[in-house]
């Protein structure tokens, strides 16, 4: 006989089981068992892996592999091709082939010769049965375990519905499944009773038989007949009624036997063997918060839930083995086998009358070429390429493959998304190269015009999907996906599912903290890990081949030297890679031809409460389904509020497919740097970049898009890019022949599509070959698949990639010599290459949002800092770069400020929104009065004109502090001194009286006469008095209701003494610092390194005072200069040293803060998945005074004859290289002793050393450098 599991829990049921997929069926096969069962709790995650895990090995199994080969040629018609196997090699491949041949010569088809497999997967849950079918949610519910299995493709349909429905509408707590649930859903399902958490073992245990016999009777009845199963288990356990799991047991065999149903043994396995128990104990306690050694915490009793063999399950139930045979009677019953070869597109519900899909695609696509063509679009051709040609081609290949429907998916929401006032992207990754997309405005810019490929996108030779993933404006593509809802109905879209799995670095502090091990201790081991997500412990650990960069020694040497180190690292080990938790795709949205749980489960997403699919994106793609990705994209959002910021200041309507691309002011913007807020150029590194670039035409652009990557940058082909573009290397010619393709890149292989057509050109290889025989595998680095692979080409011919490339070359006529050398090029630098298509799109929003930056700055970035509301961080390094761009950032002001960040003439001013206190609601009243009846004349003026509930005190005081009323000539301090509460005369307690008399019916004679001239009832307002703040005080508060400071920083009377004071800015921790590069050809971006001491300086922000383990006090301090901000870690020796100077001066008698507390901070930068942070290694204050502050002067004396052009470049070279504060005076010591003086326009540190020493040696022992 044999047995099968069918009581299984896996990584799926998350943080409880720790089994892997992939591990439990191979133990299933080397144990001999012919099915293995999935039962997660709740949901179906784990269904689609356990499908593949059991294809992978039934696919390898050698008659599969005969059967499937001799199929696959057979239908094609290439039987003289098929070799037959070696009768004692391949017994089996040997005897399948002769039954293939046999039954193809009879009947033409071999379908039912499919060899059984070896391994059968049953697909199930463990559902949370609740015996309340009002689904009530005023309690905690009441929940039992139930084992759910689907015996046939109706069962599995049913399966999927009723855990969907138990996961949608009745998760409460739980996904909850009711009687009446499985009444309608219990066709194809079989089920069993369940560990000692089912509704029939909790009745025996609680002394229940009669509820047990009943609930059974229940179950028996509502399923076939059958397919109702008692189930029994041994793990050694007791409960705590005091019943031993053998007890229960002969209990429910004698409920069985009395109600006329089978017995099944189970283990209920949580992990693959008995040795992985503690891995599954440290996943609960990640699960649970809680420590391995804590003796309260929930946890498993024993070691006794692994995937035990048949002979240990029989020595467990020597008076029932009919159970463990029963297991084999459901494993035959249960057929199910996922569909992962049909395309199920939805049907388009817009369909004109008479038309079909394909119809009403072509009608789409000539519309639109006739749009953008003209109306002789069938006899033109634009860069060699015929359009009707191109159109048909991809016409036919689209329909041929049954795609026309998706076109028409998109069009249309697309189309809907432009109609409704929603920033739709000009087009991102492969689909730009179709002509039928563009057409159909799907993409907004020429793929003939730009050279880009179809085939790139869809070929013949692709089975998979097409792929059109669409950018909309980030604030309002959620509309888009509605409308996608309401078109299709709701039950037929839905989100899709996302999991985390552990990484490595996670898996080293999770293990560390449920090791209870102090924090420290797992940070220093996770630092040693790279912070690339697909980096591997092992990797770490051990050198492994081609990734020998992760392996680090300190890492290893901890593992091989401290015992604390290996036991955490063992742990981490354990767990890597497990599921651990779920959440929404970012974009991913699935609409499907029928409701969506009859094709894949759903559940609700609990954080979100959107409903979503438990099978991820690639999943459910490859199971046919149409998976669109409906992408948020700032940018565009920041472009839509551009456009209604000069439309309110202009008038103009700004269309920005209308921009001209050879607008000079475009790359004069790039050219000097001023990038911040333009989309894809403003880091500082490619800022550095395009500075060096400065490209001059929208192919630059698109090139740079393609090259800025780490690939390209590190094989130095920006560098030898831009040295060609700018005529200092000569341009690359392989052959004349394939100047057209490679000429627009100066011979640089910069895109994937240059590499497709140089196949096609000079190798004869058809275009979908150029796509799947070298794109893909050059692309994935699979190199050998080239050169060992034979493959059966378009042109009859049999041999490998290589071989192909190399005689296609000779035969239309090129050297040996120039191929091979192409094709070694290809192999280095091709795997670099880009997406063209997705370059090409890309670079039209750099245009746009530089022109747009360049004509209109300030409604410009006022659209970019609007679209970070609420992101502080954010707002501080844009409100940095306006200034550093000339635009001036300006307090909120009642009678200027919109609801959002407000371009003005002088500026960009905060919203009112943006003050913490007043929000959206309460900005929207104060605008709407002063739109409908004028500015406000004074604060007085707007207390009596708002609603006074909804503009009460506490807005009031904050709109103050934000300097919302400077304009009125009133200094804040007064300000407040009108709306005081202490004050008997305070101006809100009157308004909101007189308010509330006028609502009544009441008028005053204040109401009749306070606007009559002398009539003595007029309301009386103090002149400003002059009396303000102190500084400090003025911007605390201001501060406090911004997040930044914006009038003014306590720092900028010392920006001087400041920058003497510190290495780097603390902005510069994330954006790096501007060098020149190593060959003096132009600045280069640096980041900073980890690891080494600098000098920092700035203001104490707050200062977090923690205790370490040992009961020693640190601290985690807020460093802030005027540009950014930085967390400071303290350790106990630095902080005993440095507290005494981390607080400003406060008052003896109130506590107020009088003055802020400057430091300067020595300290090693961190890196880590917590943030950026620097561990100080000396604190020191930071003394700024005016003498502090006062710039220095270097002053370089060079005599007459070290004058030189050489020398001056020198100079230059180096002044670049010690950037800061100090001026530079030259003097040039003349031929007949007299000196002439200029000012270099350039800063520099005048203390650096290397700067004093590399100019003494320029200017040589007859020259002077001196610091004044």
Sequence with gaps: MAFVHLHNHTEYSMLDGATRISDMVKRAVDLGMPAVAITDHGYMYGVPELALACDAVNHNAPDYKVWSHDKAFLEKGRRDELEEPDREENPQGWEQYHKDMELWDKQGNIDELKPAPVIKPIFGCEVYFTPDDTLARD??????????????????????????????????????????????????????????????????????????????????????????????????????????????????????????????????????????????????????????????????????????????????????????????????????????????????????????????????????????????????????????????????????????????????????????????????????????????????????????MFERFLSPQRTEMPDIDMDFDDERRLEVVEHVRQLYGPEKVTHVITYSTIKAKQAINDSARVLDYPVYVGQRLSKMVSSDPSTKLRQVLEQQPGKEELYNPDFADAYKNDEDARRIIDTALSIEGLTRGEGVHACAVLICRDPVNEHVPTKLDTKGGVEITQYEGHTVADMGLLKMDFLGLRTLTVISKAKANIKANYGIDIDPDTIPFDDPEIFKLMGSGHTAGVFQVESAGMTATIKNM???????????????????????????????????????????????????????MVYQEQVMLISVEMCGFSKGESDSRIRKPVAKKKIKLLTSTVMHWEDGSDETTYDHWMNGAVKNGYKKETAQKIWDDVLEFASYAFNKSHSAGYAILVMQTAWLKAHYPNEYMAAVLTSYTGKTEKIVHYVSACRHDGIAVLPPDVNESGIEFTATKDGV??????????????????????????????????????????????????????????????????????????????????????????????????DMFGDVEGSGFEIQIPEPDGQEWDRHMKLSFEREVLGIYVSDHPLRPFEYALGKAR???????????????????GMVNVEIPEGKPYWFAGMVASVQKMVTKKGAAMAKVQLEDMEGEASVIMF???????????????????????????????????????????????????????????PKVFEVMIPSNRFSQGNMSRLAAVFAANPGGDRVELFVEQADGQTMRAEIPVRVNAKSIPLLAETRGIVGNQGRVTVI
């Design 694 to 748: 400065k490209p001059t035409e929208y192919k630059h652009v698109v090139a740079l898009i393609a090259l800025y990557r780490p690939g390209p940058l590190g094989a130095g082909m920006v560098s030898s890019y831009i040295n060609r573009m700018n005529g200092k290397e000569p341009a690359v010619s392989y052959d004349p022949r394939l100047d057209d393709i490679l000429g627009e890149t100066y011979g640089t």
């Design 139 to 452: 309690r905690k519910p009441e929940l039992y375990h139930m084992i759910l299995l689907a015996k046939n493709q109706e069962g599995y349909v049913n399966l999927m519905q009723t855990v969907s429905e138990a996961a949608v509408q009745g998760f409460y707590y739980k996904p909850r499944v009711t009687l009446d649930n499985l009444r309608r859903h219990a066709k194809g399902l079989i089920c069993s009773s369940a560990c000692i958490a089912g509704i029939i073992p909790r009745c025996i245990d609680r002394g229940d038989m009669a509820g047990a016999v009943s609930w059974a009777t229940t179950l028996r009845d509502l399923f076939d007949p059958g397919d109702f199963y008692i189930e029994i288990q041994e793990h050694g356990i007791t409960t705590d009624n005091g019943m031993t799991d053998e007890q229960l047991s002969h209990h429910l065999i004698e409920i069985a036997q009395q109600i006329g149903v089978k017995v099944i043994a189970t283990n209920d396995f949580h992990y693959l063997t008995r040795e992985d128990a503690p891995i599954q104990d440290v996943m609960m306690c990640i699960g649970t918060g809680s420590k391995i050694d804590d003796p309260n915490r929930i946890r498993m009793t024993g070691s006794e839930f692994y995937m035990k063999t048949e002979e240990e399950m029989r020595a467990l139930f020597p008076y029932c083995q009919e159970a463990i045979d029963n297991t084999l009677e459901i494993a035959e019953k249960c057929d199910v086998e996922l569909d992962w070869d049909s395309i199920i597109l939805p049907r388009f519900p817009l369909l004109d009358p008479g038309e079909t899909h394909e119809s009403q695609f072509r009608r789409e696509c000539e519309k639109g070429l006739r749009k953008y063509y003209g109306e002789d679009w069938e006899t033109r051709s634009i860069n060699g390429v015929s359009i009707k040609e191109r159109f048909e081609y991809e016409y036919k290949v689209i329909c041929d493959k049954g795609f026309a429907a998706y076109f028409l998916i998109v069009a249309e929401y697309v189309k809907w998304a432009k109609e409704n006032g929603i920033g739709v992207g000009p087009g991102r990754g492969s689909a730009a190269g179709a002509i039928v997309a563009y057409a159909m405005n799907i993409t907004s810019f020429d793929p003939l015009e730009n050279g880009l």
């Design 909 to 1006: 001013r905060f919203g009112l929104a943006g003050i913490r206190g007043v929000g959206e609601g309460v900005a929207e009243v104060i605008i709407e009065e002063r739109t409908k009846n004028g500015p406000y004349k004074n604060l007085h003026d707007l207390v009596d004109r708002v609603d006074s509930s909804k503009v009460n005190r506490r807005v009031i005081e904050a709109l103050i502090k934000a300097g919302g009323f400077d304009s009125t000539g009133y200094p804040r301090r007064q300000l407040m001194t009108f709306v005081d509460k202490n004050n008997p005369e305070n101006i809100i307690d009157s308004a909101a009286k007189r308010q509330k008399d006028r609502a009544s019916g009441q008028t005053s004679l204040f």
């Design 1132 to 1190: 106990p020796k630095v902080f005993e040293a440095a507290e005494e100077f981390l607080y400003g001066e406060t008052d003896p008698e109130t506590g107020a803060v009088l003055s802020d507390a400057f430091i300067r901070v020595r300290g090693k930068l961190e890196r880590s998945d917590r943030g950026d942070q620097i561990i100080a290694v000396e604190v020191m204050p930071l003394e700024l005074t005016e003498e502090s502050n006062r």
């Design 1063 to 1081: 290495e780097f800015s603390l902005s510069q921790i994330d954006t790096g610092v501007e060098r020149m590069s190593p060959t003096g050809e």
